[in-house]
């Protein structure tokens, strides 16, 4: 569509709109029913014809071709666009060329207030590296020097959202009658960004907003947030939080409370913070609960309710207010919700590529006790099927000077030596990977690992779930309880921003997808002289038989391709020791011990 003329003169005039002027009120609406009428400007920095346009279209282009027009309130009568997949299709000799794209308002009159959000509605995808990558919201009060606000809210590249877009804008636009408003797109190449029904809004007077929540179980900075831990494994924990006053007037005698509720009981606990006696509009400070809460109620389900409060209500009750869930269960340790936010994999780092890479998080044992198994979320990656992989257990020395050596001190603890293949039909679930043999660890640190032990070839990568909700209750300030090994040339333990969805049980699991037996077996005799026969109770097919060392070699394998009761072996050339005979069938497998003498 063609765009629309506009005279200079027009272009210095303000939009005059509603001039009513209480909390929540419009001052400002545009929905582009008219196109780029009200003095807006398409303007293409770099030169390149890449505008920003007028349209009711989907934005097209070779790698946004199914992607729909904008979802928005009113989408029906036209939106602004950047369809930077399109403007590269086809793709440009030279190479695909970055947006360098602006949508500017003329002068926008709103009464003076001292509180002033934006809101819009926006899809929007951008590529490639996020770091560079420039997606903003610009204001200004004279057209000449403009303030950034970043439009995709920290997101990485390849992330497409439709989402109901806001950002508080007082620290230019307070107790401002005229400013103007400029969308940017700079510094990346595709995808597209469309946005619609931008409203300028007056905020609340007084309004406090709870905007980072940190917790920990314990002291050590390593330990970080459980979503589940066992009875009797508990620690203290602690709470704090970072509040914003993003209302327009002072927060006086402002401090963060916190209830703790069991499921069926009530509250056990409730505390606060110390007292801050002013915060200013705009201004955030850090808040910490006086004493930490004991965590020995019992097994249950548990609520933290953390609520900011002041001498004045709150405008939006919902934002000064934060709920964080736990379980003190039997068995399972968890720094997961059961809730895959994403992936993460030793192949997601540098090095981390190599077989032999593992991805862990730390456990804490506060007194000895037996470990059984380690359990993993598959996530429905194609790339995961075929993976070798192994269970393991590290100790973990926070008295070392580094964190290789927290790690690699201390020594493997516990493992299942007998590397698994993961199947299709483990995408998307719960695996559990026993301990071989089952052990008991005394009170300590440690890290559970996934093993990426073969496997990483073209179309085959380790993913397994990344638990980002709970990453948003790490203690502020201090690493996540998550590790990388990456054996690349210069093998070494690192830290990382990431949370795996790694378990550890003790004694039995619970509410998981279990590796029990699929089948009933036994070895006869056992111990043997390296002849015996595996029985099974039932008549089973039996696809192969492999039997490996206590290190997880390798050293014996059998086809047998048919449905039987009874497979006698004869493994008298090995040497004497402790072997393990992992029998399977189709994608199930049993594992027995055998003792060779």
Known sequence: MQEQEVSLEELKQPVQYNQSKASGDTLYFEDFANGFTNRWTPFDAGLNGFNWIYTTQAPGGQYASTVPAIASTSSANGFASLPSSFYNTPTPAAGWVNMDALLTSGPIAIPPTSNVLIKWQQSQRFCCASATARLELSVSTDNVNWVAFDARFGRGANTAVFEFAEINISSVAANQDTIYLRWYQGETRN??????????????????????VFTSFGSDQYEGYYAQVPNGQTQPLSFGATIRNTGGFDATNVDLEVTVSKTGVGEVFNDSSAILALLPPLQDDTFNVVTPYGNNDGPGAYTATLFARADSASGIPSKATYSIPWIISDSVFAKDFDNAGGSIGPGSYVGGD????????????????????????????????????????????????????????????????????????????????????????????????????????SNQELRIGRATDIEE???????????????????????????????????????????????????????????FSIRMNDQVNISSIQVFSLDGKQVHFMSIGQTTQQIDMNLAGLDKGVYFVQINSNDKRVIEKIVIQ
């Open 354 to 457: 190599n077989d032999g890479s593992r991805i862990g998080t730390k456990y804490t044992l506060t007194q000895a006790w037996q470990v059984n198994s380690l359990s993993y979320y598959i996530t429905n990656t194609a790339d995961n099927v075929g993976v070798e992989i192994k269970a393991k257990i590290w100790g973990f020395d926070t008295t070392q000077a580094s964190l290789d050596q927290m790690v690699t001190v201390p020594g493997l603890k516990a493992q299942n030596p007998i590397p698994y293949i993961i199947q299709q039909s483990d995408l998307g679930t719960w695996i559990t990977l026993s301990m071989i043999p089952y052990v008991t660890l005394p009170a300590g640190q440690y890290v559970a690992a996934i093993e990426q032990s073969g496997g990483n070839i």
């Open 191 to 212: 995808y597209y960004w469309m946005i619609d029904d931008i409203a300028i809004v007056e905020g609340p007077g007084h309004q406090l907003e709870i905007t980072e």
């Open 473 to 531: 209750l790490q203690p502020y300030g201090n690493n996540f309880s998550s590790f990388v090994y990456a054996n690349d040339a210069a093998p070494a333990w690192g830290n990382i921003f990431a949370q795996p969805m790694i378990r550890m049980n003790i004694d039995i699991p619970t509410s998981l997808k279990e590796n029990t037996k699929a089948f009933e077996s036994s070895i006869v005799p056992n111990p043997s002289s390296g002849q």
